[in-house]
């Protein structure tokens, strides 16, 4: 079983929708939880992070955390074209450097 | 805007070549990585270094090797390429400012014929 799980996709939607991404993880271990937005032909970008259960919010972005039912959600709102990328979760401990990924999944903002 | 670069962006070469990708960093991170990104597949870590003279081997099994001679460069070698080494190869680092946020270079893109 993989630690950080995550629907590939594709997931389109009409600009200005709130989208909802999704993961799942298995390891309790698991203190940070981060979403990184890829481009094509680019590297993934961090966009947030949160520690452990509870909300964080910066601008259109949403992250949430539910340690209890080991679930990770980023919402967007009012989506734009600019946001269609693949969107990563991942996780690591709080001993721990590493990061574990989920498969991305690929978002498409239809204008 | 972090700079870390990758050479080249896209290389296609034979069976059996030797290739060496390149990656530095000049925000003096200790710790750097590489890792292998196929479609639709997590990234995987192949090595990473927590400073000079200091590597280690992923939880993917590779055929390749890495050395940590300078701080700001971490290149990455495959001595007999073979069309299973064909991805993508993504160089990330992180400083000492966070360690959730990793800086990924642009990516190499390799294909072995």
């Known amino acids: 079983q993989k630690e950080v799980e995550q629907d590939p996709g594709p997931l389109s939607v009409p600009e200005g929708a709130i989208v909802s991404l999704n993961c799942t993880y298995s390891n309790s271990a698991f203190q940070y939880f981060m979403w990184y937005r890829q481009y094509s032909r680019k590297g993934p970008e961090l966009l947030m992070y949160?520690?452990s259960s509870g909300n964080k919010e910066d601008g259109r972005f949403t992250a949430q955390v539910d340690k209890s039912s080991k679930y990770i959600s980023l919402f967007i709102r009012d989506s734009q074209p600019s946001d269609s990328a693949t969107y990563l979760c991942?996780?690591?401990?709080?001993?721990?450097?590493?990061?574990?990924w989920g498969a991305g999944t690929k978002l498409i903002i239809k204008p | 805007e972090a700079d870390i670069y990758q050479t080249p962006r896209y290389l296609v070469i034979g069976t059996g070549k030797k290739i060496t990708l390149e990656c530095s960093q000049t925000m003096g991170h200790d710790k750097m990585y590489w890792y292998q990104q196929d479609p639709g597949m997590e990234l995987h870590l192949i090595h990473y270094s927590y400073g000079v003279n200091s590597t280690e081997k992923g939880d993917l099994s590779s055929e390749s090797t890495v050395s940590r001679i300078r701080t700001e460069h971490f290149p990455l070698t495959l001595e007999s390429a073979r069309p299973s080494h064909t991805s993508q190869y993504l160089c990330?680092?992180?400083?000492?400012?966070?360690?959730?946020?990793?800086?990924f270079g642009p990516g190499t893109r390799l294909t072995v014929l």
């Open positions: 990330a680092s992180i400083g000492l400012a966070g360690y959730n946020e990793q800086f």
């Open positions: 991942a996780s690591r401990r709080g001993s721990n450097y590493q990061l574990i």
């Open positions: 949160t520690y």
